[in-house]
Protein backbone atom coordinates (compact mmCIF):
# COMPACT_ATOMS: atom_id res chain seq x y z
CA UNK A 1 0.00 0.00 0.00
CA UNK A 2 1.63 3.38 -0.92
CA UNK A 3 0.51 6.24 1.15
CA UNK A 4 0.16 9.53 -0.84
CA UNK A 5 0.74 12.60 2.07
CA UNK A 6 -1.09 15.86 0.58
CA UNK A 7 -3.48 18.56 1.37
CA UNK A 8 -6.61 16.37 1.56
CA UNK A 9 -8.94 19.50 1.01
CA UNK A 10 -9.36 23.28 1.18
CA UNK A 11 -12.40 25.29 1.30
CA UNK A 12 -13.77 28.44 1.88
CA UNK A 13 -16.67 28.03 3.85
CA UNK A 14 -20.32 29.26 2.80
CA UNK A 15 -22.29 30.31 6.06
CA UNK A 16 -24.44 27.66 7.93
CA UNK A 17 -24.43 25.34 4.67
CA UNK A 18 -22.33 22.08 5.33
CA UNK A 19 -20.30 22.02 2.15
CA UNK A 20 -17.78 19.10 1.49
CA UNK A 21 -14.31 19.37 2.58
CA UNK A 22 -12.73 16.47 1.22
CA UNK A 23 -14.08 13.18 -0.25
CA UNK A 24 -12.32 9.85 -0.27
CA UNK A 25 -12.32 8.20 -3.42
CA UNK A 26 -12.93 5.17 -4.34
CA UNK A 27 -10.69 2.07 -3.32
CA UNK A 28 -8.71 4.44 -1.63
CA UNK A 29 -8.19 5.09 2.97
CA UNK A 30 -7.86 8.25 4.02
CA UNK A 31 -5.79 9.16 7.32
CA UNK A 32 -6.61 12.40 8.79
CA UNK A 33 -3.93 14.05 10.61
CA UNK A 34 -4.75 17.60 11.43
CA UNK A 35 -7.14 20.03 9.80
CA UNK A 36 -7.28 23.54 10.44
CA UNK A 37 -10.11 26.67 10.77
CA UNK A 38 -9.10 29.86 9.95
CA UNK A 39 -11.48 32.86 10.83
CA UNK A 40 -10.92 36.22 8.58
CA UNK A 41 -13.73 38.14 10.10
CA UNK A 42 -13.49 40.41 12.91
CA UNK A 43 -15.91 38.59 15.01
CA UNK A 44 -15.43 35.38 16.79
CA UNK A 45 -16.87 32.43 14.30
CA UNK A 46 -18.64 28.69 14.96
CA UNK A 47 -17.88 25.60 12.97
CA UNK A 48 -18.58 22.11 13.11
CA UNK A 49 -16.81 19.03 11.11
CA UNK A 50 -18.70 16.03 10.11
CA UNK A 51 -17.69 12.54 8.76
CA UNK A 52 -20.14 11.32 6.89
CA UNK A 53 -19.72 7.31 6.09
CA UNK A 54 -20.91 6.67 2.14
CA UNK A 55 -24.18 6.32 1.47
CA UNK A 56 -26.01 7.82 4.64
CA UNK A 57 -28.63 9.90 3.67
CA UNK A 58 -28.22 13.68 5.83
CA UNK A 59 -30.95 14.89 7.68
CA UNK A 60 -31.40 17.17 10.47
CA UNK A 61 -32.44 13.66 12.20
CA UNK A 62 -28.98 11.55 11.22
CA UNK A 63 -26.41 14.54 11.12
CA UNK A 64 -25.50 14.73 14.50
CA UNK A 65 -24.28 11.34 15.06
CA UNK A 66 -21.55 12.35 12.28
CA UNK A 67 -20.53 15.02 14.17
CA UNK A 68 -16.54 14.95 15.18
CA UNK A 69 -16.58 18.72 16.45
CA UNK A 70 -19.69 20.47 16.79
CA UNK A 71 -20.24 24.20 17.90
CA UNK A 72 -16.81 25.23 18.96
CA UNK A 73 -15.41 28.57 18.33
CA UNK A 74 -12.37 29.78 16.62
CA UNK A 75 -11.83 33.68 17.54
CA UNK A 76 -11.81 36.88 14.94
CA UNK A 77 -8.96 37.31 12.90
CA UNK A 78 -7.66 33.93 14.37
CA UNK A 79 -7.17 29.46 13.57
CA UNK A 80 -7.70 26.69 15.31
CA UNK A 81 -6.00 23.86 14.96
CA UNK A 82 -7.00 20.28 15.39
CA UNK A 83 -4.15 17.59 15.75
CA UNK A 84 -5.71 14.50 15.61
CA UNK A 85 -5.79 11.28 13.63
CA UNK A 86 -8.80 9.85 11.86
CA UNK A 87 -8.86 6.97 9.48
CA UNK A 88 -11.63 7.17 6.66
CA UNK A 89 -12.64 4.37 4.46
CA UNK A 90 -13.71 4.94 1.08
CA UNK A 91 -15.91 7.12 -0.34
CA UNK A 92 -16.61 8.93 3.51
CA UNK A 93 -17.50 12.58 3.27
CA UNK A 94 -15.55 14.70 5.52
CA UNK A 95 -17.76 18.16 5.33
CA UNK A 96 -17.61 21.19 7.56
CA UNK A 97 -20.35 24.26 8.39
CA UNK A 98 -19.66 27.70 9.82
CA UNK A 99 -21.30 30.30 11.01
CA UNK A 100 -19.87 33.15 8.78
CA UNK A 101 -18.31 33.00 5.17
CA UNK A 102 -15.07 34.17 6.47
CA UNK A 103 -14.15 30.72 7.31
CA UNK A 104 -11.34 28.59 5.15
CA UNK A 105 -10.82 25.06 6.44
CA UNK A 106 -8.21 22.89 5.18
CA UNK A 107 -7.68 19.34 6.07
CA UNK A 108 -4.19 17.06 5.71
CA UNK A 109 -3.44 14.29 5.67
CA UNK A 110 -2.71 10.81 3.60
CA UNK A 111 -4.52 8.69 1.10
CA UNK A 112 -3.68 4.53 1.17
CA UNK A 113 -4.42 2.95 -2.26
Excluded: C, H, W
Amino acid sequence: MANSYKILGQISQTANTLSNVYVVPASTAAIVNSITITNLSASNASYSIAAIPSGQVISTATLPKYFVIRGATVPAGDSAQLDFVMTLPAGTVLAANGSTSSLSISAFGAEVA
